[in-house]
């Protein structure tokens, strides 16, 4: 079965700073991927995903992420983070064969003024 | 608003008892998805239902049990509750099998 693996629990940037998150998943085809941002209190919202094609990925609120096949890895970016960005960060890992779609633990992000 | 409601927002139930969870997708979407999101579990795949049939299973426990209706909104049953299921309960749902989902803004149940 697919899974995924987020190494950083917690991460801190500045406002105004780039910000990369990191995804690394398991799965032995091409997999779907996804990132999703939870606001505390809310549910998930998609940010961005990708099927198939052009591997880097433009999402909503200024946010990209890159499928890198050789290392498996799934990794979101955002050249200029804002005070609004802190939240949790789940990637995730759908499989085109199966319904199952596995999330990460998660990465929190704190946003320093 | 995403467009999935989720009633009632917060619950609060005591050990032994059953709670019925309810979850209204977007307009067109016909899967439906349960998750359970704890601590120390994560976000956890349970049920997901596809047009009024179940679809896949995941992690869902022989006392919880889920059903979709021919509105297509779908009700998670808990029952038998223990401490241990207190968390936030999610539903997404989406137009196909997969893509990207749409959460509802989650069930608070907190068993005491």
């Known amino acids: 079965a697919q899974s995924v693996t987020q190494p950083d629990i917690h991460i801190t940037v500045s406002e105004g700073a780039s910000l990369e998150l990191r995804c690394n998943y398991s799965y032995g085809a091409t997999p779907y991927l996804f990132w999703y941002v939870q606001s505390p209190g809310q549910g998930l919202q998609l940010l961005l995903k990708y099927f198939s094609g052009d591997t880097l990925v433009q999402g909503i609120k200024g946010f990209e992420a890159e499928f890198k096949r050789s290392q498996s890895s799934f990794n979101l970016r955002k050249p200029s983070v804002h005070w609004s960005d802190a939240a949790e960060y789940f990637c995730a890992v759908g499989a085109r064969d199966n319904n199952d779609m596995r999330f990460g633990a998660g990465t929190r992000l704190t946003v320093k003024p | 608003d995403s467009g999935v409601t989720q009633t009632p927002k917060h619950l609060i139930t005591a050990t032994g008892q059953r709670v019925t969870l309810r979850c209204s997708p977007r307009s067109g979407d016909l899967s439906v998805y349960w998750y359970q999101q704890s601590l120390d579990q994560g976000l956890q795949f349970l049920i997901q239902y596809y047009n009024g049939e179940e679809r896949a299973k995941g992690n869902i426990l022989e006392r919880f049990s889920a059903q979709q209706f021919p509105d297509l909104h779908s009700e998670l049953n808990l029952s038998s509750l223990e401490l241990g299921d207190s968390a936030l309960y999610f539903c997404?749902?989406?137009?196909?099998?997969?893509?990207?989902?749409?959460f509802g803004s989650g069930t608070r149940l907190t068993v005491v």
């Open positions: 997404a749902s989406s137009v196909g099998d997969i893509g990207g989902y749409t």
